[in-house]
């Protein structure tokens, strides 16, 4: 069994920035990909960023140019850098690591935009 623990969520103003991690309770090599989703209030859960392999990157439309994954093999996380905030960007994010069996999903952190 695998735990992941989201982290660093918050209030920010428009034009923020805020920087996310999650925490596996596990090396996290094991993991083909790993990855970012946010669902707001009344949407349905979408992604946000994956990175696969260790290092190819996909962000969605939305965020590109303003956030940024990486993961840390060393530390067993990955995390989400997000500059620029916009009010839009407001959701609960988590955090999703995948092996070829398995996916896991943290609790979620909430990100606030707003002045």
């Known amino acids: 069994q695998v735990q992941l623990v989201e982290s660093g969520g918050g209030l920010v103003q428009p034009g923020g920035s805020l920087r996310l991690s999650c925490e596996a309770s596990?090396?996290?090599?094991?993991?083909?990909?790993m990855a970012w989703y946010r669902q707001a209030p009344g949407k349905e859960r979408e992604l946000v960023a994956r990175?696969?392999?260790?290092?190819?990157?996909h962000y969605a439309d939305s965020v590109k140019g303003r956030f940024t994954i990486s993961n840390d093999n060393a530390k067993n996380t990955v995390s989400l850098q997000m500059a620029g905030l916009k009010p839009e960007d407001t959701a609960v994010y988590y955090c999703?690591?995948?092996?070829?069996?398995?996916?896991?999903w943290g609790k979620g952190t909430l990100v606030t935009v707003s002045s």
């Open positions: 999703n690591m995948d092996t070829r069996a398995m996916s896991y």
């Open positions: 596990r090396n996290i090599y094991i993991f083909n990909a």
């Open positions: 990175i696969s392999d260790g290092y190819m990157t």
